[in-house]
């Protein structure tokens, strides 16, 4: 079943404050054949491409991340937001809008030359995605791939993001 996810993401105003429109995946979700296809079309981002891991950031990177990593054979990196692993863990720092925060994986879940393709369900600013990228680095890891569901292109994340391969199945 080949679907326009474009027409499915309902758009919701003035969330989560006034002058956003939220991009809302959970049409998505809630349908088995369009959660289906959005998982297939990641997977078929990812053919060809020789990768190890794959990375997800809480949540929504949890929601596609793991099934594409079941479809593809491989392993699943959680990565949380400090304090949130049970196990040690490494850490990263990261600049928000208005504000920082930490993202964290445990400190085995990347060996020395292990590559990896992070999945995520939007790509914004790129901060987060960044930030990332450089924890994976900080521990040996290479990003091979970062695959997202939706692109914003009009706030610029793909030029954080300079240098990394780059796959967006839907952008605004």
């Not at 949130?84 to 445990?106: F, M, Q, R």
């Amino acid at each position: 079943m080949s679907v326009d996810l474009r027409t499915i993401i309902r758009d919701i105003p003035d969330f989560p404050c006034e002058g956003v429109v939220f991009k809302d995946i959970t049409p998505i979700l809630h349908n088995p054949d369009y959660l289906r296809s959005a998982i297939d079309m990641m997977t078929d981002t990812l053919k060809g491409i020789d990768f190890d891991l794959i990375a997800g950031p809480e949540s929504r990177g949890f929601i596609f991340g793991v099934p594409v990593s079941v479809a593809m054979g491989k392993g699943f990196i959680p990565v949380r937001k400090a304090g949130k692993l049970p196990y040690k863990t490494v850490k990263k720092a990261y600049d928000l809008e208005y504000g920082s925060a930490e993202i964290e994986i445990h400190a085995d879940a990347v060996k020395k030359g292990d590559r990896v393709v992070v999945v995520d369900d939007l790509l914004a600013t790129g901060g987060t995605s960044k930030a990332l990228c450089e924890l994976i680095e900080s521990v040996g890891g290479e990003v091979v791939r970062l695959a997202f569901l939706i692109e914003l292109d009009f706030l610029n994340g793909r030029k954080v993001l300079d240098g990394y391969d780059v796959k967006s199945l839907v952008t605004f």
